[in-house]
Nanobody, 127 residues
């Protein structure tokens, strides 16, 4: 089992930045992929960014490319999402997720490929 706890969400104005963190504990060595997802009210959960085995493969949703950066600190078992140039359309609950199957690398943005989820952290971007 892997436990994930997100933090760092908040309320910012458009153009601002936030850095989300996801602290992982438990059987973290059994995971191959980690990712960030978000869900806005009334919408489906969507992939934002994902990484395979600490960065050998990184994926971003087109909507966040060049604005968001996913990274890991393996020593701290922590996943990060640096979000710059935030837009109102980035509003939502942001979730950290981890996948235990090696084939997750082919679909880093697909929620069904992930096995463990955090409770989420809210991001509010005002215009």
């Amino acid at each position: 089992q892997v436990q994930l706890v997100e933090s760092g969400g908040g309320s910012v104005q458009a153009g601002g930045s936030l850095r989300l963190s996801c602290a992982a504990s438990g059987s973290t060595s059994s995971t191959y992929c980690m990712g960030w997802f978000r869900q806005a009210p009334g919408k489906e959960r969507e992939g934002v960014a994902g990484t395979f085995t600490g960065g050998s493969i990184i994926w971003y949703a087109d909507s966040v490319k060049a604005r968001f950066t996913i990274s890991q600190d393996n020593a701290k078992n922590t996943l990060y999402l640096q979000m710059n140039s935030l837009k109102p359309e980035d509003n939502g609950m942001y979730y950290c997720a981890a996948a235990a199957a090696v084939w997750c690398q082919a679909e880093l943005g697909t929620a069904s490929k992930y096995d463990y989820w955090g409770q989420g952290t809210q991001v509010i971007v005002s215009s």
